[in-house]
Structure formats: C-alpha cells, structure tokens
C-alpha cells in the first residue's frame, strides 16, 4: 500500500495559480502512474493529469491542458500539479492517487486537498 498526502491547495482569485504537491510513502516501487483527480460539488470525479513514474510521461485532461503541469520528483516521492490561469471552474476537492503496473484502476488515494477559486 502506498500512503499519499497532498497540500498546497487553497483560495485564489481567477487567473491566479497553485501548486499542489503529492508525498508519497509506503510501498512506493510499486508504483507505476500517479495521477490527480477533482470532484466538485456534485459532480462527478474528474480526471486531471497522470505522470508514468518511469519515463516521466504525461497525460492531462481536457479541461485542463495547456494550464496545469503534472511533474515528479523522484529523490523525494513526490509528485506536484502547478495549476496556472484557474478558473472558478476549476473550484474541486484534488485528490492524487496510484496505479500500480498490472492494476486496472488506481488503487490508492490521498485525503484530497481543497481547491477554490473566486471570480
């Protein structure tokens, strides 16, 4: 199992920036994708950005490319999401969380941190 705690999040006025980090401890050679995930209040989760531990590839959602970047550390086990040019839209509860190599889903996740961005 793979213990993750985020911070950084905050409140921000539109078309500020944050940056949330993600700590990871635990069985971290196990993982092979972190990822940060949003739910608003509802709405459905929402996939945000992923970052294959290895190779330092990326992925991002729709939403949001072109204004977060998902980025890792490997020395310290941490993964960080600078978010640039919010939106109150972008108002969410982040959460990170792990895949291991062979798992369908990510299988575990952080307690979130809240998100919130005035107009």
């Known amino acids: 199992q793979v213990q993750l705690v985020e911070s950084g999040g905050g409140l921000v006025q539109a078309g500020g920036s944050l940056r949330l980090s993600c700590a990871a401890s635990g069985r971290t050679f196990s993982t092979y994708i972190m990822g940060w995930f949003r739910q608003a209040p509802g709405k459905e989760r929402e996939f945000v950005a992923a970052?294959?531990?290895?190779?330092?590839?990326?992925y991002y959602g729709d939403s949001v490319k072109g204004r977060f970047t998902i980025s890792r550390d490997n020395t310290k086990n941490t993964v960080y999401l600078q978010m640039n040019s919010l939106k109150p839209e972008d108002t969410a509860v982040y959460y990170c969380?792990?895949?291991?190599?062979?798992?369908?889903?990510?299988?575990?996740w952080g307690q979130g941190t809240q998100v919130t961005v005035s107009s």
């Open positions: 969380a792990t895949k291991g190599p062979t798992s369908s889903s990510y299988n575990d």
């Open positions: 970052i294959i531990w290895s190779s330092g590839r990326t």
